[in-house]
């Protein structure tokens, strides 16, 4: 059993940064990072698959980059420009698959981690 566990989440005003961090506790080849606001379905962020080959949102390309460090277990979520619509509980998630799932179809899901931009 995968356990993830988010951090890094707070209030910041447009156009500043956060990074979000991601400890799990065993290794799997597909993490993502996926958002959801009230009211709306929760949609993926930014994924990495097992060959550290990255896939983006259209709306998060250029500002949000994902990392990870297997050696300290952790998944990245690096959010630069950050704009009030990017306000969300973000989750992280892993899938066992080398491949990401397209869709939401991940294994393991974190608590999530609130990010909240202020215009």
């Known amino acids: 059993q995968v356990q993830l566990a988010e951090s890094g989440g707070g209030s910041v005003q447009a156009g500043g940064s956060l990074r979000l961090s991601c400890i799990r506790n065993?290794?799997?080849?597909?993490m993502g990072w996926f958002r959801q606001s009230p009211g709306k379905e929760r949609e993926m962020v930014a994924r990495?698959?097992?060959?550290?080959?990255?896939t983006y949102a259209d709306s998060v390309k250029g500002r949000f980059t994902i990392s990870r460090d297997n050696a300290k277990n952790t998944l990245y979520l690096q959010m630069n420009s950050l704009k009030p619509e990017d306000t969300a509980m973000y989750y992280c998630?892993?899938?066992?698959?080398?491949?990401?799932?397209?869709?939401?179809?991940?294994?393991?899901w974190g608590r999530g981690t609130q990010v909240t931009v202020s215009s």
């Open positions: 998630a892993a899938a066992v698959t080398w491949t990401c799932p397209l869709g939401n179809e991940y294994n393991y």
């Open positions: 065993g290794y799997t080849y597909c």
């Open positions: 990495i698959n097992g060959a550290s080959v990255t």
